[in-house]
């Protein structure tokens, strides 16, 4: 009880300045939530160490996964994952900047940005450029869009190479690219033709599906939801002619500056019990619908 008592008054002495400052500065005593959360949450963080500042930018178009909601706030899979590590994290702040892809990517390999947020692929080019850590971070689910007369004959690659399907021409840059190159690698008898093809924006590919000029889009879930499921959908006027088929997942990561391994290192202890937990397979399902993760091979 001794050691207790002076252990408390040890405490009060070291905060007191702490205290004073905090109660003197008007903004930093309101109970208002931020985009690096509350100001108990940080005020704890303080409370406990310094915490070293991290700016992370997100991709504020990227529904579900990275994106600013109604109410202005930063949210979608990614980053509310991030939030979570954030909480694990006591040593950092992170604070959520929304902004556009090639801002984001600049910025991150600047050092403008500490960790860029953006449903991001492995790529040579990119880990030339940034930290990918040891965890990745989600899945996104990848499948074929096809036409509705299709649904009960196309559900995979195989399907496509079996009954001589045309596929949509992708970007060799896309992850889905290398996920015909595997296939056709695995089955050197029956190759899929595929086109290499620079651009190809998501409305060329659901309009080109429709009309019947190719058969099939290999492409992630999330365009199909949001231009064609959607009610709001640009496209979703062609709903009842189009349909999906998730076969694949590709692995997402957090994107980290060269300067900032410590962060990458400290992310992936507290990734991996956030996963343990079952934390990240919750906000999988909640943002994307499923468990995208049970489709990675």
Not at 115 to 138: D, M, Q, S
Not at 205 to 211: R, S, V
């Amino acid at each position: 009880m001794k050691n207790k008592k002076k252990k408390s008054l040890l405490t009060a002495v070291l905060f007191a300045p702490l205290i004073a400052s905090i109660a003197l500065g008007g903004c930093a005593s309101q109970a208002v939530e931020t985009q690096t959360g509350t100001n108990a949450e940080v005020n704890a963080k303080i409370g406990t160490a310094e915490a070293k500042k991290i700016k992370v930018a997100f991709a504020q178009t990227g529904k579900p996964i990275t994106y600013v909601d109604e109410n202005g706030k930063a949210t979608g899979y990614d980053v509310e994952v991030l939030k979570l590590v954030d909480e694990l994290l006591p040593q950092y702040e992170f604070e959520f900047v929304p902004t556009t892809d090639d801002d984001l990517l600049i910025g991150v390999e600047s050092g403008k940005y500490d960790v860029g947020l953006k449903n991001a692929f492995y790529t040579e080019a990119r880990a030339a450029k940034y930290i990918y850590p040891k965890e990745y971070l989600g899945a996104s689910a990848s499948g074929l869009l096809i036409r509705k007369e299709d649904e009960g004959t196309i559900h995979d690659l195989s399907d496509i190479a079996k009954l001589d399907k045309k596929l949509l021409p992708i970007a060799p840059q896309d992850a889905q690219y290398s996920l015909v190159q595997t296939y056709n690698n695995e089955h050197p008898e029956d190759p899929i033709p595929i086109e290499a093809s620079e651009s190809f924006t998501v409305q060329d590919g659901i309009l080109l599906i429709a009309e019947g000029k190719y058969d099939a889009w290999l492409v992630i879930k999330s365009n199909y939801d949001i231009n064609v499921v959607a009610k709001d959908g640009a496209y979703h006027n062609l709903a009842d002619e189009l349909a999906w088929s998730t076969f694949a997942a590709t692995k997402t990561w957090p994107l980290f500056n060269k300067k900032q391994q410590a962060l990458a290192d400290a992310y992936d202890g507290a990734i991996k019990q956030l996963k343990e937990q079952g934390k990240t397979k919750e906000l999988l399902v909640q943002f994307l619908g499923e468990d995208t993760a049970s489709y990675l091979k």
